[in-house]
């Protein structure tokens, strides 16, 4: 029998704005500079929190938007001076005030679209432009880099006639474009996770939709970017607090690893979720007559969500596929011990993913997504 573990709500954070008129709710940057940010068409707001995740009262930042939110992604720096926005046609970093610093442009993110525009403006409405792919921006460690993933071809052209996707290295104080290399995708999305050490050291999770999840590490040697593409179809969920560790599920969600930073497995840290996961409680048995033909296509698989709440323990879940038969279930997995996976109780249900936060918390979304719990670790149970 499996033993549990006790989640203990540590923090209750209230969304900054509401929920008709903007995103969820998000908790972003390294330990020790935490803020709580949301971003709405209109602007990003920012809000440092404590060691406890309390807001610190007064220090509400905001960062106007020069575009709405369905068209691009975004970033706010860990001091919480500048924000990123990834857009369709450029990446702009913008100042509280409202001006812009810098903006680099690049090739168009909606696919048939050739044009290098000049401006939101020239496509605002457009109507094959209101779905387009997007890129990403992230911080480095120290907050003095901003790593892009942009479609190219930048204004100075091309790196080869094949590229489709760049992945950039900027100055984040005056937006010089320190390096480039080709990205050896066609994304429909991506994230970017730092190395929570390393500014020299950044992660890429790529999406292609159906074609795959292209895997990419970059190393800038102050020069040259140097692109690592991990073998397989992984989505990067976490790095480890050392950042000598990742966490990753294939792209068919059947594998949960810990990785190197080269990509490779660490020795018996690979899971297979039927292999590992017993099927959901209230899920039919394959004995059970009345449980349908497409029984087989509801076995349990691994969320692309989770990650490290210490550098040997992470937070983990299959609330996906636990979904058609009843509360979704979260997992503790000691990678150093015999413990292996063991499920974790909550005081209340939840109707999310995880987050990972490290320093043994994570947190999760309220189901009318306006507040975010923030939870640790009782003692197990037996």
């Not at 610190?56 to 709405?68: D, I, L, M, N, Q």
């Not at 209230?282 to 990650?307: F, I, K, R, S």
């Not at 550098?311 to 413990?339: C, F, K, M």
């Amino acid at each position: 029998m499996r033993l549990s573990v006790h989640a203990r709500l540590r923090a209750t954070v209230a969304a900054l704005l509401p929920s008709s008129q903007a995103g969820p709710p998000e908790i972003a940057g390294p330990p020790g500079r935490r803020m709580l940010v949301q971003r709405s068409d209109d602007e990003i707001v920012a809000q440092p929190l404590d060691d406890a995740f309390v807001a610190r009262a007064g220090t509400e930042v905001r960062f106007p938007a020069p575009w709405p939110r369905s068209r691009g992604t975004w970033e706010v720096a860990p001091d919480a001076s500048l924000a990123v926005f990834a857009g369709v046609h450029a990446v702009r970093a913008v100042e509280p005030s409202g001006a812009t610093r810098w903006e680099v442009r690049h090739g168009c993110w909606y696919g048939a679209c050739r044009e290098m525009h000049a401006s939101y403006d020239a496509y605002t409405d457009r109507q094959d432009h209101r779905y387009p792919e997007s890129g990403s921006v992230g911080f480095s460690a120290d907050g003095r880099l901003v790593w892009a993933h942009v479609r190219g071809p930048l204004p100075e052209g091309e790196l080869s006639p094949d590229t489709a996707d760049e992945w950039l290295v900027i100055d984040a104080e005056d937006g010089r474009v320190l390096a480039r290399a080709d990205a050896e995708a066609a994304a429909a999305g991506s994230i970017h996770l730092p190395h929570p050490t390393d500014p020299r050291q950044m992660g890429l999770s790529i999406g292609e939709g159906q074609d795959g999840a292209p895997l990419r590490w970059g190393r800038w040697d102050g020069k040259e970017l140097i692109v690592d593409c991990l073998d397989g179809d992984l989505c990067l969920l976490s790095l480890s607090p050392s950042g000598d560790r990742l966490v990753t599920v294939s792209h068919d969600q059947d594998s949960l690893a810990v990785r190197d930073s080269r990509g490779t497995v660490v020795e018996a840290l690979d899971w297979n979720a039927e292999a590992t996961i017993p099927r959901h409680p209230d899920a039919p048995t394959h004995a059970d007559p009345d449980a349908g033909a497409g029984e087989d296509e509801l076995d349990v698989c691994w969320d692309w969500a989770g990650g490290f709440l210490d550098e040997t323990t992470l937070v983990v879940s299959t609330a996906e596929s636990d979904e058609e038969w009843g509360q979704g279930r979260h997992w503790l997995v000691d990678t150093a011990g015999a413990r292996g996976f063991v499920p974790i109780d909550y005081p209340s249900p939840v109707s999310c993913q995880p987050t990972a936060w490290g320093g043994g918390v994570w947190s999760t979304l309220s189901e009318t997504r306006d507040v975010l719990h923030v939870w640790g670790l009782d003692a197990p149970e037996g």
